[in-house]
């Protein structure tokens, strides 16, 4: 939905019964612009839980180039906005720079502002299914070692071969928030919704609320096939939001 006028976004997300969103932020200066986003949290009766900092390749230059930059900005829309995270993406492997910057400067920004900044497992580049390079520091579980906070996305991890359960138990301490899709097992990044492709998300649900996880989850869905079809965006919205509350909110 990134072509939609944000408040389109927001009046959709709430008339298929969510209760918050995740912002990331992109080119469209409402999705930077803490008023803004504020004005629609209210109007639409939504929670903003998360922002997602602009770490996608569609938006290397927003707020510039350095991701250092871009998390100090994305801070101070959270701060703004009263999102009590900012999602962001870990580094290429030869940013030695930015990975000692998390190493010893981030700690004391997250205590000094009281937004937590976690990191989100990336997964290896595939070529006709097989790894031929790992370009990010984080498509292992051994890699976010050191994070004191994280994301899982599950479908990233599908595409690194990871275990959704095995993930779930090593990172349960620092597990900060979900990235909840499904993947096409192609060895790509498909971000499908929850019950579509190999991935079977009810038990890893499960497995969460046993484990006491008392972090955010969210949707981050690729919708592009449904778009032409309002009626279809819709429907897969409710479907997955029915999906996710009967485990994460029933479940004993």
């Known amino acids: 939905m990134f072509t939609r006028p944000v408040r389109a976004i927001f009046e959709l997300i709430a008339e298929t019964g969510f209760t918050g969103v995740e912002i990331m932020v992109t ?14 949290a209210e109007e639409f009766d ?16 927003v707020w510039g180039a350095g991701p250092v930059g871009k998390i100090h900005r994305a801070i101070e829309l959270a ?29 004391g920004l ?13 997964f290896p580049v595939r070529v006709r299914g097989r790894k031929v390079a790992d370009l990010y520091s984080t498509s292992e579980l051994a890699d976010l070692e050191g994070f004191p906070n994280v994301v899982l996305d599950t479908s990233h991890a599908a595409v690194a071969d990871l275990d959704l359960l095995e993930a779930l138990a090593h990172l349960r301490e620092r597990l900060a928030h979900v990235h909840l899709s499904n993947n096409a097992g192609k060895g790509w990044d ?8 190999v991935l079977d998300l009810s038990p890893f649900l ?16 690729d919708l592009r096939r449904n778009a032409a079809e309002e009626t279809q965006v819709r429907e897969v919205l409710e479907r997955n939001r029915r999906f996710c509350e009967d485990r994460l909110r029933t479940h004993p």
């Not at 498909?190 to 492709?197: C, I, K, R, T």
């Open 27 to 40: 080119k469209d200066p409402a999705t930077q612009d803490p008023r803004s986003i504020l004005e629609l």
């Open 190 to 197: 498909s971000h499908l919704p929850v019950d579509e492709g």
């Open 206 to 221: 499960d497995t969460l609320v046993d484990s006491g996880f008392d972090g955010t989850v969210s949707l981050e869905l």
């Open 79 to 107: 701060e703004g906005v009263g999102a009590p995270i900012v999602i962001v993406h870990p580094p290429f492997r030869w940013q030695a720079t930015y990975r000692r910057w998390l190493d010893e400067q981030l700690p």
């Open 110 to 122: 997250e205590r000094s502002t009281g937004v937590c900044v976690a990191i989100e497992n990336m």
């Open 46 to 61: 939504l929670r903003v839980d998360a922002i997602h900092a602009p770490f996608l390749l569609i938006t290397r230059s």
